[in-house]
């Protein structure tokens, strides 16, 4: 055999040209037996193994189409508004409890009977355990699932499906079916972990909301200038240079009722009738501009207060030197005229409108 022929052989018997082994390749299925298992333990001292896993995504109402009896519907919550479950079934549930009350699994069929919330009192050490490290697992290994699955814990019980279907939200699921031994074969159960799915890390959601909260919060605090118009009066350059205390300037009767809030740039931006509140001046919002009067947007003809002064311009005229002013429509008849200000100036009381 020549040096070559030794050489080749050799090689092969290395395992030359072979696949590399896929040891310390980390799955969700791999992550769940470990989490299962030492979640078991540090919870109950109880043993307890994967026998089976399967993965999946799922909505509400299929997912509920499929669950048997007598299971515990454990609710499980992210945040205050991010919703998962944990469902555990009847023989799940009996080993928990034994192993709990008894200090040992019994090798019997479990009863057949509804969970009771003290059942679920004794099942949360052990469902928080597994998702607290489900969730670090996953994220240790840096798996696409981990932004699903990180900063779940349970929160209660939940009575039947009608409750599930109100409060779980109308979005994909993951689904993780476990079936599991307790006990080496003692009983042999189910469980059924159900979450939202996500594309975003929950770190980075908190990051998001946090910048929408202070930019509203900015915003919402941000000055905003409101102007009321009574009515546009034209006036000449003689007259308006003869002003002085005490000139009286005739207004249309119906300016209390139809006054125009505008915006910074003129815009109309709704309609109120004018009143007191506190002793102050103040505007009661009576209807939205558009849909008052059918006053039409700029891009189709004249402007909104153009609009509004061609409504005021056809008004009756009253001479206040020679009338009382009349009663604001839609308030009390005995109320006093408008005066000068004050708590009895004659005002509608918005806090009566």
């Known amino acids: 055999m020549t040096d070559d022929g030794t050489d080749s052989v050799m090689r092969r018997k290395a395992g030359a040209g072979r696949p590399p082994p896929e040891i310390g390749q980390i799955t969700t299925s791999s992550v769940l037996h470990t989490a299962l298992a030492q979640g078991a333990e540090d919870a109950l001292g109880l043993v307890a193994s994967v026998a089976a896993f399967d993965e999946g995504r799922v909505t509400v109402s299929s997912f509920m189409q499929d669950l048997p009896e007598n299971v515990l519907l454990g609710l499980c919550e992210r945040g205050q508004e991010e919703f998962g479950m944990v469902i555990l079934d009847q023989e799940s549930l009996a080993a928990l409890i034994e192993i709990q009350t008894m200090g040992r699994v019994a090798p019997t069929p479990a009863a057949a009977r509804a969970p009771t919330r003290t059942d679920a009192l004794l099942c949360a050490d052990f469902i928080n355990q597994i998702l607290l490290l489900f969730a670090q697992g996953t994220t240790d290994a840096a798996l696409p699932i981990a932004p699903s699955v990180t900063g779940y814990h ?40 159900l979450l939202p799915l ?111 002064d061609a409504i005021i311009d056809r008004a009756p005229m009253i001479d206040l030197e020679s009338q009382p002013a009349p009663t604001p429509p839609d308030t009390p008849s005995n109320q006093e005229p408008l005066g000068d200000g004050g708590a009895k100036s004659g005002m509608p009381d918005m806090q009566n409108v």
């Not at 039947?160 to 042999?188: H, Q, W």
């Not at 034209?234 to 809030?261: D, H, M, N, W, Y």
Request: hydrophobic fraction near 40%; proline fraction near 4%.
């Open 154 to 193: 349970y929160i209660q019980p939940l009575a039947d499906l009608r409750a599930v279907e109100m409060t779980l939200a109308d979005c994909p699921y993951n689904l993780f079916t476990i079936k599991i031994d307790f006990s080496d074969g003692a009983k042999t159960g189910e469980m059924r972990i």
């Open 198 to 308: 996500c594309e975003a890390a929950p770190e980075v959601q908190k990051i998001n909301i946090a910048w929408e909260n202070d930019l509203a919060n900015l915003v919402g605090g941000t000055h905003a200038e409101v102007e009321a118009v009574l009515a546009r009066k034209e006036l000449s350059l003689s007259e308006v240079t003869a002003l002085q205390v005490g000139s009286i300037i005739t207004l249309p009767r119906e300016v209390v009722s139809q006054i125009l809030l505008v915006d910074m740039d003129g815009e109309g931006i709704t309609f109120g009738r004018l009143g007191q509140a506190s002793g102050m001046r103040a505007v009661c919002i009576t209807e939205p501009f558009s849909q008052t009067n059918g006053i039409s947007s700029e891009a189709e003809g004249p402007t909104q207060l153009q609009m509004v």
